[in-house]
T-cell receptor
Framework: GENVEQHPSTLSVQEGDSAVIKCTYSDSASNYFPWYKQELGKGPQLIIDIRSNVGEKKDQRIAVTLNKTAKHFSLHITETQPEDSAVYFC???????????FGKGTTLSVSS | EPEVTQTPSHQVTQMGQEVILRCVPI?????FYWYRQILGQKVEFLVSFYNNEISEKSEIFDDQFSVERPDGSNFTLKIRSTKLEDSAMYFCASSESFETQYFGPGTRLLVL
């Protein structure tokens, strides 16, 4: 089955800096990779996703890159703001199933 | 914007008691899920539901758990005899296709 590893577990940046979070997956058949943002006491919020037919996708200050050969994908946040502070989770679909397997999460702290 | 809703937001129960967690998925979605998150840990898949039956379940989803779609709008998770280790946040999610999953705000379950 799928296994998702996420790094780093914590990330502290200054406001305006960029932040990069990386995930690796094990199942080469996986073809959909979402990123979720979870604020304290709330449910995971989908912020961006990518499918395996593209290598990069952007949405304003957020971008995701995918390297299928190396089986890793990354979240890039540019011009970080204090409201970007949250826990970010990557995920990939379980082999032959509909379940999402989540990484362990990255706690991003943006200080002003 | 349509969203997944969950009730109650918090539930405290005694060990051995039955609890029912309720979810209203996004109205045109066809796939429904339950996940849980133990405090400080990653989100874990429990069960997926499609076409009025379970399509997949994890090893966590044992005989103490059941799901039901009692009408056209609600989706419930029942834990028959709660244990201390069932204490967690429980998230409902729904999707139109089996990829993009939208999560509810969660129910915090505390078993004493």
């Amino acid at each position: 089955g799928e296994n998702v590893e996420q790094h780093p577990s914590t990330l502290s940046v200054q406001e305006g800096d960029s932040a990069v979070i990386k995930c690796t997956y094990s199942d080469s058949a996986s073809n959909y990779f979402p990123w979720y943002k979870q604020e304290l006491g709330k449910g995971p919020q989908l912020i961006i996703d990518i499918r395996s037919n593209v290598g990069e996708k952007k949405d304003q200050r957020i971008a995701v890159t995918l390297n299928k050969t190396a089986k890793h994908f990354s979240l890039h946040i540019t011009e970080t703001q204090p409201e970007d502070s949250a826990v970010y989770f990557c995920a990939a679909p379980k082999q032959a199933g509909t379940a999402l397997i989540f990484g362990k999460g990255t706690t991003l702290s943006v200080s002003s | 914007e349509p969203e997944v809703t969950q009730t109650p937001s918090h539930q405290v129960t005694q060990m051995g008691q039955e609890v029912i967690l309720r979810c209203v998925p996004i109205s045109n979605h066809l796939y429904f899920y339950w996940y849980r998150q133990i405090l400080g840990q990653k989100v874990e898949f429990l069960v997926s539901f499609y076409n009025n039956e379970i399509s997949e379940k994890s090893e966590i989803f044992d005989d103490q758990f059941s799901v039901e779609r009692p009408d056209g709008s609600n989706f419930t998770l029942k834990i028959r005899s709660t244990k201390l280790e069932d204490s967690a946040m429980y998230f409902c999610a729904s999707s139109e296709s089996f990829e993009t999953q939208y999560f509810g705000p969660g129910t915090r379950l505390l078993v004493l």
